[in-house]
């Protein structure tokens, strides 16, 4: 069943590669492709259980890919321009401003995340009747989910005081809801 | 292929936010990964360092007893609790520790040598706390946990092409190249990447999630918090002085015939309290194990539900396996190994594409490549030295330093990564050598050997990697 499972996945990414290599692509023949690599799924977690199934399935796909990825190669050999040296000295503005994004990003956010995880896993844990353990580890998960998220927009926006005021306030608003 | 469409200011910034927050994190990320990547071998380098215990899959109760009473012979005081580590497949190897004492079980169940404290140790504990005080250290690789999450997001959106260039490797032209080896590594093994970041960020800001939770929900009270997650400790209903480790072993074969006992823990011992579990893995399952709870007398007080438990439990104690990559074999652990290097090679790659798009040098191209070539040469030194009992920890991080100074007085990014890789070859083959004349005399088990051969291969490629950049030069 490995090796049914392992050759199913071979082929549904044979499938992709090929359908990449054509000029016109397809979305049919993708579609295929991704249903023969998503079908392989099963024999998978036939032979080795959902947990080890599923994670052995995730690990199969980057080897496949990266040898076919080899296979395909192209050399564009050209000389690199001189590249001249300079002393690059790091503006002190630009250090104070990633200072204060660091700030907001990292102990703000997370208290922001954590009240709004903790919110969703209690109202989750209330209306599906969850025990303790399922709502702490959803927190958790959430919290964590949430946070890497958080930090990754309020870096990308440029105007920070728009995401910095609405994280005050959800803070605020979470804050007296959990002890208000 | 169906790719993602972005409109370009959501690419702009999304590629400023990765820029950014790569940069921040790069070095310390790189040396997480390098570190984790290694030490998925952990238990592999701890049977090379001390390659002469005794190795054995099979064990009795009386065996287990008798070094029982050996340990209490040896140390002044009874520990509260006394953990016997049972062989297994990945490490056949029995052992007994309690109160900070630890030493190897002889088939007899005799003590031999203790554990070595060495360079295994210390890479585990740079991966997991890099060597700073232990909850501030898993804390802060938490937290790069979470960071390494946010680059993937960053990634996925930073890049409208990925899907379009799924298969595309141009070689040849510098950045080029490390543009397509950054994306083609990242997008194929991203759901691994998030795999690993998360339970990394789970496991290292857990206890973090402890107090915080613990103070909003529980009063205070963590521990209560943690006994909802991972279960409280069982009553004990009935004395026994004498542990029944015998009829435990046979009760469990017959509740569980599936499970395979990996470790025995001894809680209370020498109290009335006194009970002992025996903590099982069970086949197919990615829990660390399963926890089963006796009477001293051996009777069953119950498991702890770990298997069978709340899906929320379950979870908790999935992500140490998932995490390590220790289950279903040693092939796992090499899939790990080979995408835990493709990791630390996407974090290289990432800031020699920000290097190479500057189009000029500075101070910054020498310190990264002091860091991404120092550090594995810093890892090679410390494990050589560690054979002749000087403090891996002081090695590694004196080494770091000269390799930085290194860098930095060359001024040769190029060179200087040529002559770190030249050491690092060197290093790991001496390192062989080293190990095989030291251990000549020596009976010595056939993973030693095993674990030379993968240096010494390591050390091959490297000089191959090494022949062709000269060549090229």
């Not at chain 2, 890892?379 to 090695?395: C, E, G, I, K, R």
Request: hydrophobic share 50%; proline share 4%; glycine share 4%.
């Amino acid at each position: 069943m490995i090796v049914a499972a392992f050759i199913t996945q071979i082929i549904g990414i044979s499938l992709l590669y090929q359908s990449w290599r054509k000029s016109n692509r397809q979305p049919s023949a993708n579609a295929i492709a991704w249903l023969v690599i998503i079908a392989s799924l099963w024999p998978w977690q036939e032979a080795m259980g959902l947990e080890y199934g599923i994670s052995f399935w995730f690990m199969g796909l980057p080897p496949i890919a990266w040898v076919l990825i080899i296979s395909n190669r192209e050399f564009q050999k050209r000389e690199a321009p001189p590249r001249i040296r300079k002393q690059a000295r790091p503006d002190r503005k630009h250090l104070t401003h990633a200072a204060l994004k660091t700030i907001i990003a990292g102990p703000f956010t997370f208290v922001t995340c954590f009240l709004c995880s903790s919110f969703i896993s209690l109202a989750v844990k209330q209306s599906m009747g969850l025990v303790e353990a399922d709502q702490l580890i959803l927190n958790l998960s959430l919290l964590l989910l949430f946070w890497s998220i958080s930090i990754f927009w309020l870096i990308a926006k440029p105007v920070e005081w728009r995401s910095t005021f609405f994280l005050l306030t959800f803070t605020l608003s979470g804050s007296l809801w959990l002890y208000g | 292929m169906a790719y993602l469409k972005l409109s370009a200011n959501t690419v702009k910034k999304s590629v400023s936010a990765h820029k950014s927050i790569a940069l921040a994190i790069a070095a310390l990320l790189y040396l997480i990964c390098l570190t984790g990547t290694l030490s998925v071998f952990f238990e592999e380098f701890e049977r090379w360092e001390q390659p002469s215990i005794e190795e054995y899959t099979d064990y009795t109760p009386a065996q287990i007893h008798t070094a029982i009473q050996n340990f209490q012979q040896r140390v002044n005081h009874t520990p509260k609790t006394l953990w016997v580590v049972l062989p297994t497949e990945a490490v056949p190897r029995m052992h007994i520790s309690g109160d900070d004492q630890e030493w190897f079980i002889n088939r007899d169940g005799h003590l031999s040598a203790a554990p070595l404290e060495a360079w295994t140790t210390m890479l585990t504990k740079l991966h997991m706390q890099l060597h700073l005080p232990q909850n501030i250290g898993l804390i802060l690789v938490g937290i790069l946990g979470v960071l390494l999450c946010s680059l993937i997001f960053s990634g996925l959106l930073s890049h409208p092409n990925l899907f379009k260039d799924a298969f595309r490797w141009r070689r040849g032209r510098q950045a080029l190249t490390q543009v397509d080896l950054h994306n083609r590594l990242s997008i194929w093994a991203l759901p691994f990447y998030f795999m690993i970041s998360f339970t990394g960020a789970f496991i290292g800001l857990m206890g973090l999630f402890s107090v915080i939770a613990g103070a909003a929900f529980y009063n205070n009270n963590n521990e209560a918090l943690l006994d909802d997650i991972y279960g409280s400790d069982p009553e004990v209903l009935k004395v026994s002085v004498n542990l029944n480790i015998n009829t435990a072993l046979q009760t469990l074969k017959s509740i569980a015939p599936e499970a395979r006992p990996i470790y025995l823990a001894i809680q209370n011992m020498g109290t009335d309290d006194q009970y002992f579990e025996i903590a099982a893995t069970l086949p197919k399952r990615l829990i660390y194990s399963e926890i089963y709870r006796f009477h001293a007398d051996g009777s069953l007080i119950n498991h702890q539900q770990f298997s069978d438990g709340a899906v929320g439990r379950q979870i908790a104690y999935s992500v140490y396996r998932l995490h390590f990559g220790h289950y279903a074999g040693q092939w796992v652990k090499v899939i790990y190994g080979l995408l835990g290097l493709a990791l630390s090679v996407i974090c290289a790659s990432g800031v020699n594409i920000w290097l190479a798009k500057r189009k000029y040098e500075s101070t910054l191209n020498d310190l990264w490549v002091a860091v991404v070539w120092g550090l594995p040469l810093a890892l090679a030194l410390a494990a050589l030295f560690s054979f002749y009992n000087w403090a891996p920890l002081w090695v590694f991080l004196s080494t770091e330093l000269l390799a930085v100074v290194f860098a930095l007085l060359m001024k040769q990014p190029l060179n200087t990564r040529w002559i770190l890789m030249a050491c690092l070859t060197a290093t790991l083959a001496i390192i062989v050598f080293t190990r095989e004349i030291l251990s000549f005399n020596e009976t010595v088990t056939p993973t030693f050997h095993q674990v030379n051969l993968s240096i010494l291969m390591v050390s091959l490629v490297l000089g191959m990697m090494l022949f062709q950049q000269r060549y090229q030069c």
